[in-house]
């Protein structure tokens, strides 16, 4: 059973900043991450990809937050972090994180709310 559980959303003034936080783990199994990301879902938009990052340290982020996010991740920890900075209104999303195993199989968490208001 692998659980995925993120943390660290909340109420933003826009400009400000947030990190938020996904650990992975699993239970009376062996679990090897392949690459952990971070995605979002605004009201009456299609889940995107805000970034990825793999066990060796690759990433990829959505042109949209290049620049004001950042992805880093504690393998040891099987933890993975989002650095959001000069946040924006249209960041408003709830955020989901997934985690892919060397099997390619996805988990995912059940997200936390970000929201960017004044």
């Known amino acids: 059973q692998v659980q995925v559980v993120e943390s660290g959303g909340g109420l933003v003034q826009p400009g400000g900043s947030l990190r938020l936080s996904c650990a992975a783990s699993a239970s009376g199994s062996v679990f090897s991450i392949y690459a952990m990301g971070w995605y979002r879902q605004a009201p009456g938009k299609q889940r995107e990809l805000v970034a990825i990052i793999t066990r060796g340290g690759s990433t990829n982020y959505a042109d949209s937050v290049k620049g004001r996010f950042a992805i880093s991740r504690d393998n040891a920890k099987n933890t993975v972090y989002l650095q959001m900075n000069s946040l924006k209104p249209d960041d408003t999303a709830v955020y989901y994180c997934?985690?892919?195993?060397?099997?390619?199989?996805?988990?995912w968490g059940q997200g936390t709310q970000v929201t960017v208001s004044s």
């Open positions: 997934n985690a892919a195993d060397l099997g390619a199989n996805v988990y």
